[in-house]
């Protein structure tokens, strides 16, 4: 478990709150690709998972279409955004099991409790991605990370525009 030293501060809850004031149709778009992308993973590696968690799960976009597709039996979030939990939960999934705040960096999970992890869209945005990462390896067997591919040769001309939302990582 990461040292209070690591973890996420209070006023970045705050600016990702306001991030999740409701559904968006751009989110519901990407999030079934997402979600296609991450069962065709799950299929060509074979491995069925059937509790999966998915970290950093903003409005459950990626969420309604897992669940839409049956492809696992339960489904649970963690998300350090009030306003994204709320939203989650209101969408009613059938195999939603859990929606919960975290810190950005601990789990509030036993070990092995899931059969896989979703991480789609948030390394991005760690800070301290190899805590979140051992993190994710201590929860679950299997992890499914996905990140945009941001890095080009002109990246480190462009900082602000990357930092302007969020990405302090580029892949």
Not at 71 to 94: C, H, M, P, Q
Request: charged letters at 25%; a negative charge.
């Amino acid at each position: 478990m990461p040292s209070d030293s690591f973890k996420i501060q209070a006023h970045i809850h705050e600016i990702y709150d306001e991030g999740y004031t409701g559904q968006s149709p751009w989110r519901e778009l990407g999030g079934k690709y997402k979600a296609k992308n991450l069962m065709e993973v799950c299929r060509r590696a074979d491995v069925q998972p059937k509790r999966v968690l998915e970290v950093g799960a903003g409005e459950g976009s990626v969420l309604l279409h897992l669940d839409k597709a049956g492809y696992f039996e339960e489904l649970n979030a963690v998300e350090i955004a009030t306003s994204g939990i709320d939203v989650i939960k209101s969408r009613e999934l059938a195999s939603l099991k859990s929606a919960e705040l975290f810190d950005g960096y601990s789990l509030p999970y036993e070990d092995n409790a899931f059969d896989a992890v979703i991480l789609c869209h948030v390394l991005e945005h760690v800070e301290y991605e190899r805590i979140l990462l051992r993190e994710l390896m201590r929860v679950a067997p299997y992890q499914i990370i996905e990140v945009p591919l941001d890095y080009h040769f002109e990246v480190d001309t462009k900082v602000d525009h990357y930092l302007g939302y969020g990405h302090i990582n580029m892949y």
